[in-house]
């Protein structure tokens, strides 16, 4: 994957489902422990529920996916409103995209597209755009409102970052807790509001 003239590695991988999720983690952690400091994306079809990206419910395989995000360190992109699989009557969020640092996580934009992809998922779109406002720059137009579907977003993360919160035990995974959750919040800001344009 190339961005502004810098490689970005990309590893992807699908989880059937019959196989453990600590085996798929070991499979992800592979190359990621090759990369060597790098950003990077994780991407895949996990085949795990969370609130977080959109089931109703959690399993024991969202739940453990939820610690993996938590022990790594790495940013979910993924928004709960977007769905990407249906098939038969069967709605579901399984396709996940991460980055691994809070400086790659604003610039990168997830979408679900909505042309045939001549599968039960949807085709999902990243992009990576170095030019987009900073979370520390970014103003958001508030005053006509958009608030409850802002809480209503928001609300499907709480627990992961109490959890983020409640790992935490020196300063510098205070640091990146602080950092995620603002970055959780900016995300979810980008959903629901307009970004101000304001002259330097």
């Known amino acids: 994957m190339l961005a502004e003239e810098s490689h970005i590695p990309a590893v992807c991988g699908i989880s059937t489902g019959k ?19 790098e950003e990077y994306l994780l991407g ?6 969370s609130q977080r990206w959109g089931y109703r ?14 022990e790594k360190h790495i940013f979910l992109l993924n928004s709960s409103d977007s769905l990407q699989l249906e098939h ?30 001549y599968s ?21 137009k508030t005053a006509h409102g958009g608030h409850c579907k802002f809480v209503n977003l928001f609300k499907s993360k709480v627990q992961a970052l109490r959890n983020l919160i409640s790992n935490s035990s020196n300063e510098e995974e205070f640091n990146e807790t602080t950092t995620s959750i603002q970055l959780e919040i900016h995300k979810t800001c980008k959903q629901v509001y307009k970004i101000k344009n304001v002259t330097p």
Request: net charge negative.
């Open 19 to 37: 196989s453990s999720l600590e085996s798929d983690q070991v499979s992800f952690d592979r190359p990621n422990n090759n990369i060597n400091g």
């Open 44 to 49: 895949g079809d996990f085949n795990a529920h």
């Open 57 to 70: 419910e959690e399993d024991s395989r969202g739940k453990q996916l939820q610690e993996f995000i938590a």
């Open 88 to 117: 038969n009557n069967r709605r579901g969020w399984p396709d996940l995209m991460m980055v691994s640092s809070h400086s790659l996580a604003p610039i990168c934009e997830w979408d679900v597209l909505e042309e045939e992809s």
């Open 120 to 140: 039960d998922h949807k085709f999902v779109k990243i992009r990576i755009n170095s030019n987009i406002y900073s979370p520390s720059s970014a103003r958001f």
